[in-house]
């Protein structure tokens, strides 16, 4: 069975930078669009980043130039680079990809902004 994990959440001090990464397990076909969506308490899940076909990438506004997202050739791992991180970046963020037209969630990864 196809699995999504992400990895690299933590606790990181405002301005700082974090690494999110997810990668598949039972995954020999990668993926046609992959992204990330985080969920803060009490507020909705939102996109916060995909990468689609050929490369096409598209990111929510309050992260834009700040946040960054890309995939590996095998299109079986994608990641998500933070810089200059805010306290209202905080929220579980979730990894997200369509394998074989498929949408598979990943368990999330608790991203913490505070000083």
């Known amino acids: 069975q196809v699995q999504v994990m992400e990895s690299g959440g933590g606790l990181v001090q405002p301005g700082g930078s974090l690494r999110l990464s997810c990668e598949t397990s039972?995954?020999?076909?990668?993926?046609?669009?992959m992204a990330w969506y985080r969920q803060a308490p009490g507020k909705e899940r939102e996109l916060v980043a995909s990468i689609v076909g050929g490369g096409t990438t598209n990111y929510a506004d309050s992260v834009k130039d700040r946040f960054s997202i890309s995939r590996d050739k095998a299109h079986t791992r994608v990641y998500l680079q933070m810089n200059s991180l805010k306290p209202e970046d905080t929220a579980v963020y979730y990894c997200w990809m369509k394998i074989r037209g498929a949408a598979r969630w990943g368990q999330g990864t608790q991203v913490t902004v505070s000083s």
């Open positions: 039972g995954n020999i076909w990668g993926t046609s669009a």
